[in-house]
């Protein structure tokens, strides 16, 4: 009876002492659960917007002349050159490369990859020369968002150049003779160039479709006229043997060797099968088919 008991006794300790680990551990996936967001939100950082996209289009950029410069004097760091630099950077620079050129200025939170921190020597595209400083604000650097400053004139891109290696980057290193005379050569500088100018993509072909409107607005005439002549054999094969009537007009325009010479006709027809506005058609017209078309389209070129 005693033993009984005992047994009794043990196996509801045993119980509890389950219970009360099952609870513990009830406890600790619970706490667990609520911390899990927190940690997750640490551990991730949240994604910062990819400025290493390039759009398409080009800016408006006016064509000038470009004065020779003084080489020697703006490879001096002078304190006019400097101060003029500087006057450059707190102006334009210092939204995304900061006030002391750490890469730290207010935009820079959003940019990827980061702004070049002026006071680190590492990673440096074309390198903390003036040459190399001359060459970024020029050409600006692929895939970030440093632009081209080329809109600077040759003094002011150097003066900035020089501010820039006075202030931030530690132990400037100098230019060699090889490398002030590469530049001198790539950019023109001791002789002084025309700058070509570029415009948007979309106003340079908004241009050439006004310049061509008088001539789209004729071979369109021409186009409808053949179309109205339903009866006449030259327009039935014309329109058989063409998937756009005013590109293949086009081509027969641009081109006047054809016009005195059937066999230059047939060729100018066939190599713009497709593309040219021509249907692979053409290949099963007679040799009285060939003659009328190129009577009849003749006549509308003369």
């Not at 400025?51 to 001096?76: A, C, G, M, P, R």
């Not at 968002?145 to 004139?153: I, N």
Request: charged share 20%.
């Amino acid at each position: 009876m005693a033993d009984n008991n005992t047994n009794e006794k043990i196996t509801k300790t045993f119980g509890l002492i389950y219970i009360y680990i099952f609870l513990i551990g009830l406890v600790i996936g619970l706490l667990y659960m609520v911390h899990i967001t927190s940690i997750g939100f640490n551990e991730v950082k949240p994604p910062l917007p990819d400025t290493t996209k390039q759009k398409s289009d080009f800016s408006l950029v006016e064509s000038e002349n470009v004065s020779s410069v003084d080489l020697d004097e703006l490879l001096k760091p002078n304190k006019e050159l400097i101060a003029k630099g500087k006057n450059i950077f707190q102006n334009s620079c210092t939204p995304c490369h900061g006030a002391n050129g750490k890469g730290d200025g207010p935009a820079a939170v959003v940019l990827n990859p980061h702004p070049r921190n002026f006071t680190k020597k590492e990673g440096w595209i074309n390198g903390p020369t003036i040459s190399g400083i001359f060459t970024t604000l020029t050409n600006g650097i692929s895939g970030s968002a440093m632009t081209s400053f080329s809109q600077l004139s040759p003094e002011d891109r150097f003066s900035l150049a020089q501010y820039i290696r006075n202030d931030f980057v530690p132990n400037p290193p100098q230019d060699t003779k090889e490398q002030l005379e590469k530049l001198n050569s790539k950019f023109h500088l001791a002789k002084g160039h025309v700058s070509s100018g570029q415009i948007p993509i979309e106003d340079a072909m908004q241009l050439i479709i006004n310049e061509n409107k008088p001539k789209y607005n004729e071979l369109s005439k021409v186009a409808a006229l053949i179309s109205s002549q339903k009866g006449n054999e030259g327009s039935q094969i014309f329109e058989k043997i063409t998937k756009d009537p005013i590109k293949a007009l086009t081509i027969l325009s641009d081109s006047k060797t054809w016009e005195n010479d059937k066999n230059e006709f047939i060729k100018t027809v066939a190599n713009n099968v497709n593309q040219g506005g021509f249907d692979s058609e053409i290949f099963t017209l007679s040799g009285n088919q060939w003659n009328t078309l190129f009577e009849y389209l003749k006549a509308y070129f003369d």
